[in-house]
């Protein structure tokens, strides 16, 4: 069969909402193995690079994944925890008190669950179970506030690809972004004043965002824009004047031209220019994970240490803070208005069955 039924479908089963958070993903494990098979899926995908097809299949294939699982899986056993991966976890913890606050405020009616753009749970195995939960509307809302199409874009990809397999496709509704939206400001705005206010403030406040080819930016791509205006639209929150904070671009891949100014060559110069305390923050992240506990905690934090700075802050990511949890729901509330007013008449969906000899 081409397209995927429901075998356990009924008449009288209630349309659901369903709301949809995604991630990037993380391995299994912090091992070879199953970073081979998450840096293949990851760097696979034609969003992420966009590289002739044949010749990266030989770069990916032939250098890459023969190389960089090993190192990255010992990157990722310095933030495993008990838990498991910081990112999964974070996300698990989202998606619970997301659901609780959702369904005390729409009922039952509301499904929520996450997926993983690479990785595990996949988008197209969540999507069927919500499908088969009775979801016929889904609102996706990828935790990327700050478009970019290797993100967001590709996140679409994932969804559309699930649902055209799909005989009863659901409603859908997908939130691009949401880097301007005021509660987001505001949560990360508290965040920060949260760190101040146990830490005092830095000499200098550093938003450092995950980096992207610069050809990207060139060929249309707004990430690097929305980057600028939510670290411009915190800053006003915070107060700050402009020479108060830096915004830079971090984890850089591959031999050309990143989004600059790049993250540990901005600290570097920080350290020589005689700034001797710094507080790194990373809007972009909605979860701490490798790039931010990792890369910003421990390894830029050395950069700016061994090059003459005094002190080095990390701030948290919003994760599954209370407020954060608050302006999600307040992105999603405009997609949500119809949760609590289903127009469905069950019984006569059953009659229409039953005259079709299709009752069941």
Same mark, same amino acid.
């Given at each position: 069969m081409k397209y995927q039924g429901n075998s356990a479908f009924s008449h009288v089963q209630a349309d659901k909402v369903g709301v949809l958070i995604t991630n990037l993903g993380t391995p299994d494990a912090p091992q070879k193995k199953q970073l081979k098979a998450y840096l293949k899926e990851f760097l696979s995908?034609?969003?992420?690079?966009?590289?002739?097809? $044949?010749?990266?299949? $030989?770069?990916?294939?032939?250098? +890459?994944?023969? +190389?960089?699982? @090993?190192? @990255?899986?010992?990157? &990722?056993?310095?933030?495993?925890?008990?838990?498991?991966?910081p990112l999964m976890y974070h996300t698990q913890d989202q998606t619970t008190a997301l659901r609780k606050q959702l369904q005390k405020a729409y009922g039952d009616n509301i499904v929520v669950e996450f997926a993983m753009r690479y990785g595990s749970p996949s988008v197209d195995s969540v999507i069927d179970n919500m499908l088969q939960l009775g979801v016929r509307k889904l609102v996706v809302l990828p935790l990327y506030p700050q478009y970019c199409a290797s993100t967001t874009a590709s996140t679409f990809d994932a969804v559309a690809a699930s649902l055209t397999k799909k005989r009863w496709m659901p409603e859908l509704q997908f939130i691009t972004h949401y880097h301007d939206h005021p509660d987001y400001i505001q949560t990360v705005a508290d965040k920060i004043r949260q760190h101040w206010d146990k830490n005092g403030q830095a000499e200098k406040l550093i938003f450092s965002y995950h980096g992207i080819p610069k050809r990207y930016l060139t060929n249309g791509d707004p990430y690097h824009c929305e980057c600028y205006k939510s670290s411009r639209l915190i800053a006003e929150n915070l107060g700050l004047e402009k020479d108060a904070y830096f915004v830079s671009f971090q984890s850089r891949f591959g031999r050309e031209e990143w989004l600059k100014p790049y993250t540990d060559h901005s600290l570097k110069q920080f350290a020589a220019d005689g700034i001797k305390s710094v507080q790194v923050v990373c809007p972009g992240f909605s979860?701490?994970?490798?790039?931010? +506990?990792?890369?910003?905690?421990?390894?830029?934090?050395? &950069? $700016?240490?061994?090059?003459?700075?005094? @002190? &080095?802050?990390? +701030?948290?990511?919003?994760?599954?803070?209370?407020?954060?949890?608050?302006?999600? @729901?307040?992105?999603?509330?405009? &997609?949500l208005a119809s949760a609590t007013n289903s127009t469905v008449n069950l019984n006569e969906r059953l009659e229409r069955a039953k005259s079709l000899g299709a009752e069941k």
């Open positions: 995908d034609p969003r992420v690079v966009e590289v002739p097809k $044949f010749i990266w299949w $030989f770069i990916l294939n032939l250098v +890459i994944l023969n +190389i960089r699982p @090993s190192r @990255s899986a010992k990157a &990722y056993r310095t933030v495993w925890t008990e838990r498991g991966s979860s701490d994970c490798l790039e931010t +506990i990792e890369e910003i905690g421990v390894e830029n934090r050395d &950069y $700016f240490i061994n090059a003459g700075g005094e @002190s &080095y802050q990390y +701030i948290e990511a919003l994760n599954a803070d209370a407020n954060h949890i608050n302006a999600l @729901s307040q992105i999603l509330k405009p &997609y």
